[in-house]
């Protein structure tokens, strides 16, 4: 099928590394002009290389300033506004795995609401007023498994990508008829490179695989494995998103799309 990618303009947030990388590398590979987003300006111009990107933006999206900058970046490579916004930077940013709800402290609170909620809300209050004015836009939110079936660890996370959830469906909901959708995708566990040099560096091999890796972690019940049997890659994300910025999925919106291999146990 075509989905109708070629040529389209599009800004996908931390795809310097992980998840945002192959989300990145999909879109390139569908024929967008893509500009690769990260605050390491050496690993976003080496994947930017790799994939023949329009171009890198650089810069923090928990502050005002600097997603000003990364906006004005993006469009300067992109040569117009951007069409396609994947807001994907993000992770917890205070780390917190061993704390309960009422330890962690207030500023670690709000330092993932910053990381992961508002950060997409800048982002959308620079980009959607174009793409409402030109009739055509896609935002799609990198959310989480934990902001619908949260831990008892890691609340800091997990309530910012709740929040992002939420501002997905008003959002989409403000936006009628302007042909502009906003939806989120929600990884469970993805097998990035983060999680695989942990590993690596756990068991004390640098040639275990991305399977081996998993495997041991979950016979250790780091993790379990979902019902799919293993965990997500990039690609599995990738997939859904490049079918939600295409012009074809003007049909679907304020949705959230769970890639979890069946981790949560849901009924929608
Ligand atoms: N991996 C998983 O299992 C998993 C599960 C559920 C949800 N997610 C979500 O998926 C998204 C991507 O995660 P990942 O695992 O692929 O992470 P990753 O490999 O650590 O990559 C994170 C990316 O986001 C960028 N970034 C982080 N905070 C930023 C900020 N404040 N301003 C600008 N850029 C920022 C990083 O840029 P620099 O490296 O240049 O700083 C990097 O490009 C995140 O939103 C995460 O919450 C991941």
Do not use: W
């Amino acid at each position: 099928m075509d989905l109708q990618l070629k040529g389209r303009r599009a800004l996908v947030t931390g795809s310097s590394s992980g998840i945002g990388e192959g989300i990145a590398r999909m879109l390139a590979g569908e024929g967008c002009a893509v500009v690769v987003h990260g605050r390491n300006r050496e690993r976003a111009e080496k994947v930017a290389a790799d994939i023949k990107a329009a171009g890198v933006a650089i810069g923090d999206l928990s502050t005002d300033e600097g997603t000003a900058s990364v906006h004005d970046q993006a469009r300067a490579a992109l040569g117009g506004n951007i069409e396609i916004l994947i807001n994907n930077a993000g992770g917890s940013s205070t780390g917190n795995t061993t704390k309960s709800p009422i330890e962690i402290s207030i500023e670690d609170y709000v330092s993932n609401y910053h990381a992961n909620a508002l950060s997409s809300v800048r982002l959308c209050r620079l980009a959607v007023p174009d793409m409402v004015a030109a009739k055509f836009g896609r935002v799609i939110n990198v959310s989480s498994a934990v902001a619908v079936q949260p831990n008892n660890l890691g609340a800091d996370y997990s309530g910012a990508k709740s929040a992002l959830n939420n501002f997905t469906v008003s959002l989409a909901g403000s936006l009628k008829g302007v042909g502009v959708t906003v939806n989120t995708v929600s990884p469970g566990v993805i097998a990035v490179d983060g999680l695989v040099r942990f590993g690596r560096k756990k068991y004390g091999n640098e040639n275990l695989t991305v399977e081996e890796v998993t495997q041991r972690l979950a016979a250790e019940k780091v993790f379990d494995l979902p019902p799919a049997g293993r965990l997500g890659l990039p690609e599995d994300l990738a997939l859904i998103i490049c079918t939600l910025a295409s012009p074809r999925s003007g049909f679907v919106t304020g949705a959230n799309y769970r890639v979890d291999g069946g981790l949560v146990r849901g009924l929608n």
